[in-house]
């Protein structure tokens, strides 16, 4: 049976990752793969997390199972965060999954059952998960403009002419805030704009919000995705708490499905419920658990959101040395829009022959798209990395 395995195509940051650990040289930097790093290197454990571990030690009695959708009350909590009182509960089905990919591998087979014909968009560029997925799954996709290579800013005119082609039952996959890979994210009217498309087309947006916090502020981050679940009948969100609750290996996610009504809402839960029995049974427990303590407790949340709110800050802060270092080197402000982009990713405009040089030259790691996590720098790193790109001729 084996023997008719065909070799598959390596994942190219986790090859990246490898390439790093395998490299000898002491002043290495590793942009590449998308966790958030202290200015020591460190991906620490976030002080409300420790604390919510203290208590569920001293209070968890049982390791017995809880739901098939998880936990209702970490799903409630969670929702809460991201849609604050944009919508009714009453309209939402809510599933626990391992983290924000099981949350979108879980709505596009929600997809998948629900219209087996729809078409998926996908911002040009996205993470490279989200067409893997699909592809895996044997879905339609399509993509729609998103970046503009040469001003490192979104081309929302090119988005809404690509997006006019969308048709009834489509979905059109969106990033919440943050996006994944160029950092650089729509306004608020932007949002309103694509809002009112999706509801003249019959659309249903899939809002992958992986990075809650990380770019302007808890409710800011959130506000595109509010305004798009306040507007229609039906959505599908992908919470992640790997990033923001730093619970990377705890695999902590939920779908959130937004129905139109009372009725629709019971089946689709039901679905929700099913898939999950079908793909793993029942999710993980031990992060999401930790994520409802503290959103439920008003002393826990406060610190978890004061901490969160220093990461936040730390990464503008290397956002703005690294412009600012790269202005005094080049006498211009071309790299003036890594100032302005949000979350931990910006895409420089390299070529892949620049990349490849930097890491051969100055041993600096990032994507071959010139995809670099802005975590990964530190106050001594940030003048190496500005010397490597300006000797890469970027």
Not at 213 to 241: V, Y
Request: with cysteine; glycine share 8%.
């Amino acid at each position: 049976m084996f023997e008719h395995l065909h070799e598959l195509p390596a994942d190219k940051i986790i090859a990246l990752m490898a390439e790093f650990r395998a490299d000898p040289r002491e002043n290495k930097v590793d942009l590449g793969v998308g966790v958030y790093k202290d200015a020591s290197g460190n991906t620490p454990v976030m002080r409300a997390v420790k604390e919510a571990e203290k208590q569920l030690w001293e209070r968890e009695t049982t390791k017995t199972y809880t739901a098939l959708a998880g936990d209702p009350a970490f799903g409630k909590a969670l929702s809460g965060l991201v849609l604050g009182d944009a919508v009714e509960d009453s309209r939402l089905a809510l599933a626990a999954q391992p983290g924000g990919t099981g949350a979108i591998h879980q709505a596009l087979e929600l997809i998948r059952m629900a219209t087996p014909d729809a078409t998926v968009w996908l911002s040009a560029p996205t993470w490279p998960n989200h067409p893997s997925i699909i592809r895996h799954l044997g879905m339609k996709m399509t993509e729609y403009r998103y970046f503009d290579d040469e001003n490192r800013a979104v081309d929302f005119a090119g988005m809404m002419e690509d997006l006019a082609g969308v048709k009834t039952g489509d979905v059109v996959l969106l990033h919440g805030a943050c996006h994944n890979p160029t950092g650089a994210n729509l306004t608020l009217p932007q949002w309103d704009e694509v809002a009112t498309l999706l509801e003249e087309k019959g659309a249903v947006p899939l809002i992958d919000i992986a990075y809650q916090g990380f770019g302007d502020g808890l409710e800011e981050d959130a506000a595109g995705t509010r305004l798009i679940a306040a507007r229609l009948p039906e959505a599908m969100i992908a919470a992640s708490c790997s990033k923001n609750f730093g619970l990377y290996r705890e695999r902590t996610g939920l779908l959130i499905a937004m129905a139109p009504n009372a009725k629709s809402t019971a089946l689709t839960q039901q679905s929700l419920a099913h898939l999950n029995r079908q793909n793993f049974s029942f999710p993980p427990d031990h992060g999401a658990r930790l994520v409802q303590m503290i959103l439920d407790d008003p002393a826990l949340r406060a610190d978890w959101a004061g901490e969160l709110e220093d990461v936040r800050k730390s990464m503008l802060n290397l956002r703005t040395k690294l412009a600012d270092a790269l202005r005094s080197r080049t006498g211009s402000d071309r790299f003036g829009f890594i100032a302005e982009h949000r979350g931990m990713f910006s895409r420089i405009g390299a070529t892949p022959e620049q990349v490849a040089y930097m890491r051969e030259k100055h041993a600096i790691y990032m994507v071959a798209d010139s995809r670099m996590n802005i975590a990964g720098l530190n106050e001594r790193t940030i003048d190496i990395l500005a010397d490597a790109i300006v000797d890469a001729g970027v």
